[in-house]
């Protein structure tokens, strides 16, 4: 199973777990205030190893959306990333680090909305 390290944590998990999921369910206190659907970016995460060269259209194009927000090339989507491989992550935005009352809705074990994949532009 590939395994996924936060800082000095490391865990496995069964393959295509999407990366938001991995981390909650192991401890990692990430946001996903739009329930995992591309929308928020509060799972943005930062990788130290192992990004994947691929990403959906709909991570891509929330990233490209905002010309005066520059997160594309600094931040990739958690809850748009299946873990197919080793990976070491940064999470940005931290449930206990934040105003929110919660980490928003669970997102569903699938990724949301049906992921098209491309290469990494
Ligand atoms: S963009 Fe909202 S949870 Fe990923």
């Given at each position: 199973m590939p395994k996924v390290t936060v800082g000095d944590k490391s865990f496995e998990v069964p393959e295509n777990t999407r990366l938001v999921l991995a981390l909650e369910d192991n401890g990692v206190d990430v946001l996903h205030r739009c329930g995992?659907?591309?929308?928020?970016?509060?799972?943005r995460v930062r990788f130290?190893?192992?990004?994947?060269e691929q990403m959906t259209q709909a991570e891509y194009d929330r990233l490209t959306r905002?010309?005066?927000?520059?997160?594309y090339g600094n931040v990739r989507l958690a809850c748009q990333i299946p873990v197919t491989h080793d990976m070491v992550v940064e999470p940005l935005m931290r449930l206990s680090a934040?105003?929110?009352?919660?980490?928003?809705a669970r997102p569903k074990?699938?990724?949301?909305?049906g992921p098209v994949f491309i290469d990494k532009p």
């Open positions: 995992g659907k591309a929308r928020c970016t509060t799972c130290e190893a192992g990004e994947p905002d010309a005066d927000d520059n997160l934040s105003e929110y009352d919660g980490p928003g074990d699938d990724i949301e909305p």
